[in-house]
């Protein structure tokens, strides 16, 4: 099994790209096909750049030892985190339409208007807006592919906190 895992920061480095790739689809989904992102969509945004910057740390410090599984416990956190906001969103556009929450106001104005943790517990309760489904690739919506995203990155977390002691 050692022999077929890569050093510990190539393995960061590679997660980071991966991660960096899913990041510009994202950005190439909202700017040039114009899908505008709803509240939930920006907070799994958020997590994954949470998780790109612990990669990156990772990845220029290249730990050994107990520092490869510090890095996998936080990027593990923080994967955790973006996937439940990804579930929590898979929830919501799996609602029959007369149960889906109104839409409220944009994000933008929650945070003018509201302090951080009210906006924090209304975006992760949800809108109509976050309900609608305006994409799909091989039959997954936008936050199923983030799920996806964020569960390779788990896995790569736990390998990481898990691998052999090099010898």
Do not use: N
């Amino acid at each position: 099994m050692k022999a077929l895992l890569p050093a510990p920061r190539a393995l960061y480095g590679l997660t980071l790209l991966a991660c960096l790739a899913a990041f510009l689809g994202a950005l190439y989904m909202q700017h040039v096909e114009g899908l505008e992102p709803c509240p939930l969509c920006i907070f799994q945004r958020i997590a994954l750049i949470v998780v790109m910057v612990i990669l990156l740390i990772a990845t220029l410090h290249g730990p050994k030892g107990v520092g490869v599984r510090v890095y996998a416990v936080f990027t593990g956190l923080a994967t955790l985190g973006g996937g439940a906001i990804a579930i929590r969103h898979l929830w919501l556009q799996s609602l029959p339409a007369d149960e889906v929450p109104t839409c409220g106001p944009s994000l933008d104005y929650m945070l003018g208007a509201f302090p951080l943790h009210e906006v924090m517990a209304t975006v992760l309760s949800g809108s109509g807006e976050c309900a609608e489904v305006s994409w799909r690739f091989l039959g997954l919506t936008i936050p199923g592919w983030s799920l996806v995203v964020f569960g390779g990155v788990l896995i790569v977390a736990l390998i990481q906190l898990f691998r052999p002691r090099r010898g």
